[in-house]
């Protein structure tokens, strides 16, 4: 079923932010709780290095809070190329039902305005992009739905 979440960015108190959230809402974290950066699959494109300050940071964050939405969140460390300011840190993410609706939706929100990640295959196995739209709305993209 597809879902739309507010996703937000921190430059490094996430999980403190979240804990916050979390005690005001008394809700619990979805899935595997607070992922860390440390968490994602080595690789040569692994923009954290075992040992960096980034590694404890959180890499992603969900906690419903009421009728059904649900707040995302990660740390955008400056040193992997994120520039956290008031206005941009927040994020509109939708997850649509087939990777078909997620091309249509990113497609028409990032025409006239600016792409900045192309919709690709993740790590995490989502069909993932984002864009910015003409009115400087930042939008991402999760399509779970797996490629044929």
């Not at 910015?132 to 044929?148: I, L, P, R, T």
Request: hydrophobic share 35%; aromatic share 12%; charged share 20%.
């Amino acid at each position: 079923m597809a879902t739309v979440s507010t996703y937000l960015n921190f430059t490094n108190n996430t999980e403190e932010a979240f804990n916050f959230y979390k005690s005001v809402f008394g809700t619990e974290f979805e899935g595997a709780g607070i992922m860390r950066f440390k968490d994602i699959p080595p690789s040569d494109d692994n923009p954290c290095q075992p040992g960096s300050e980034e590694e404890n940071m959180v890499m992603h964050v969900s906690l419903p809070i009421l009728g059904g939405h649900v707040l995302m969140g990660t740390d955008a460390p400056e040193s992997m190329g994120f520039k956290v300011n008031m206005g941009n840190n927040v994020y509109i993410n939708l997850q649509p039902d087939t990777r078909e609706e997620t091309k249509r939706l990113f497609d028409s929100l990032s025409a006239g305005g600016t792409v900045e990640m192309e919709l690709q295959d993740m790590f995490w196995g989502d069909y993932y992009g984002s864009c910015k739209d003409k009115y400087g709305v930042q939008w991402m993209f999760n399509c779970a739905e797996k490629s044929s």
